[in-house]
């Protein structure tokens, strides 16, 4: 039977997104019906030539995902899904075909925001497609942005966190409340909280003596969900539903400012016939503002005319006179004018957009005689997309209503929009923090500043003659020899809290030291010492760690560090290596066979590479 009439087995391929989006629902109120915000493209780092985005489009009653195909068309397979609020996949799509031959977006699908939308206002979307690599090249290199290969992703590090609280590793802290027993960390509540802090600090106040914490102004339930906050930078649905004044009352005692943030917007977010007076009460009591400064931005201009009435006899129908461009100072690519067109019987005033077009709320309104507001508009706030007109309605305006003794008439409008695609002004660029979002990226920081500010620290890294502050709780999970070491009395580490380290350089175990506050390593530290931190991650048994090493040195494969990698993957048994060499050596076959490279490895490693040859004539199969 000749190769013809055999159909070789297939093997399909798979890759996978997951996006999250903030304040869709807020979006849709400012930008233009079929605006659509696009994911970042994502593909299969083996064919890098057949790449996808999702879309999400807004319309004025709903948001509507889809699937695009960006490079090379194909058909595949997809589903759609989310996780809600206590990370339960909700499906968006069934598994769908889909020819992208024929169509470049799948259909649109319908995301049910009250379903899906988290407590801080965000929807975390996944798509998982599976597609046939016929005809498709495999790409020269294993094509990984250092992002993706070098981050230990945020969700497993705040695992890691969660687990250190769950499983009480190292704790050395008691919070007694309602006779039960809450096991915790001094540090992670230092970092928290700045009453903690100097709880602890000083030696002095019993607490720090006994590391024993009496509460007494809070039920469990709400002191336990602030303490899971503290590990997680989340707070579930469930206590903000059930105790979201209490959690914003203790979160102010103790001065947990980003806490006290997300409650106050959840309790924004709920207001209803049933608790409208308890919430306003309570608002007014603790000072808490309606509207959050930091999601739209307004702009406002007050505009005198004099001599209107003067204007409109002697001159021309359709005359206009403008005021003067407005903006917000920190988005001046966005502004806006006043116009006021005569005619000879009324006059009438506009909104026009002179620069770059937006969907906004606006309010057009006069101050009369004695100084109050007399709206212009038939309603208080109106909507207008300038992306759609350049103008808005001309409203009448009511000279003998709104003239001053003068003559003359005061206008007033204010404009607020979403600043989406805007640049700030380089002149004015505010370093604004919007911790209502306490997002996955602020609780690393905040993990991260424990580390660099050294608060409560109970442990010293001794090593090429310098010290390293650090906490045994964070050693111990992230690394099994460390909690070893830790757990048992006996060794001489957990007596004093010193560790002695000979067997690594400095710059690379601090990298390690900081991966396991950040969940990050940093791209110098990989490219200067792979191999090095590869040996530490497996010594100290810190999995993740390995594998960042592991996917970063089979990404940078080129002829000058091919045997080196080559050799390196063989002692250790990395198999994602040895895979990523024999494809270097598939994409540049005449090339690197022909270069000084290989020859000298061929000429000490003659076995190596005969199999490596081999394992090319079987694209890539290593037996």
Sequence with gaps: ???????NKVETVTCKIEWKLQDLHRYRDFVANETFFNSKQFYNPQYPTAAWELRVYFNAYSNLITLAQVKQTLKVKYVLYALDARGGRVNISSVTPHDFNRFKETIRYTIDMERLMHTDGSVLLFCELEFLPHNLKRGRKLKRKHEEIGNFSTPNFQKLLINMFEQETLTDCVINIENQKINTHRCILGQNSEVFFRMFEHGGMLEAQNGQINIVDSS???????????????????????????????????LVLPLKEICERFMAS??????????????EIHGLPIIKKAETVTCKIEWKLNDLHTYREFMPNEKCFSSKKFYNPQYRSAAWELRVYLYSSNNYATLVQVKQTLKVKYELYALDVRGERVDICPERVMSHDFNRFKETWRHKLDMERLAHTDGSVLLVCEIKFLPQNLKRSQKLKCAFNDISNFSSTNFQKLMSNMFEQETLTDCVVNIENQKINAHRCILAQNSEVFLRMFEQDGMLEAQNGEVNIADSSYECFLAMLKYFYSGEVDKVSLENFPEELFAIAEKYQVLPLKEVCERFMASGIDAKNFGKRYLYAGVHGLPMVERACVDFISANRKKFLASNEWKEFEAEYKEMADHLLISVAYDGNIA
Excluded: P, Q
């Design 1 to 7: 039977m000749s190769s013809a009439d055999v159909l």
């Design 220 to 254: 469990f339930e709400c002191f336990l969900a602030m303490i899971k906050y503290f590990y997680s930078g989340e707070v579930d649905k469930d206590s903000l539903e059930k105790f979201s004044e209490e959690l914003f009352t203790i979160a102010e005692k103790y």
């Design 270 to 283: 709920g207001i209803e016939a049933k608790n409208f007076r308890k919430r306003y009460l309570y608002a």
